[in-house]
C-alpha cells in the first residue's frame, strides 16, 4: 500500500497562483502513474491531471488544460500540482492518487487516494 500525502492548498485570490505537492511512501514504491482528482461542494470528485511516473506523459481535463501543469521529482517520490491563473470555480479538495498507468487519461485503476488539501478562490 501506498500513502499520499498532500500539502500546499490555501486561501487566494481570483488570478493567483498555487503550488500543492504530495509525497508518495509505503514498502517496495512501484509507481506507474499518478494524478490529481478534485472535489468541489456538492459535486462528483473530477479527475483534472494524470502523469505516468516513467515517460512523462501527461493528461489535462478541458477545466485545467492551460493554466494547471502536473509534474514529478522521481528521486523524492513527490508529485506536484503548478495552478496557474486560479478561478473561484476551482475551489475544491485536491487529492493526489497513485494508479496503474493507461489508458487515453494515462491513470487507469486507482489504487490509492490521499486525504486531499483545500484550495479556496475568492472572487
Known amino acids: 500500500q501506498v500513502q499520499l500525502v498532500e500539502s500546499g492548498g490555501g486561501l487566494v485570490q481570483a488570478g493567483d497562483s498555487l503550488r500543492l505537492s504530495c509525497t508518495a511512501s509505503g514498502r517496495a514504491l512501484n509507481l506507474e502513474a499518478m494524478g490529481w482528482f478534485r472535489q468541489a461542494p456538492g459535486r462528483e470528485r473530477e479527475f483534472i491531471a494524470g502523469?505516468?511516473?516513467?515517460?512523462?506523459?501527461?493528461w489535462y481535463s478541458g477545466a485545467v488544460k492551460g493554466r494547471f501543469t502536473i509534474s514529478n521529482d522521481n528521486a523524492k517520490n513527490m508529485l506536484y500540482l503548478q495552478m496557474n491563473n486560479l478561478k473561484p470555480e476551482d475551489t475544491a479538495v485536491y487529492s493526489c492518487?497513485?494508479?496503474?498507468?493507461?489508458?487515453?487519461?494515462?491513470?487507469?485503476?486507482?489504487?490509492?487516494w490521499g486525504q486531499g488539501t483545500q484550495v479556496t478562490v475568492s472572487s
Open positions: 502523469m505516468a511516473w516513467t515517460t512523462d506523459d501527461t
Open positions: 492518487m497513485n494508479c496503474h498507468a493507461g489508458g487515453s487519461r494515462v491513470c487507469g485503476s486507482v489504487t490509492d
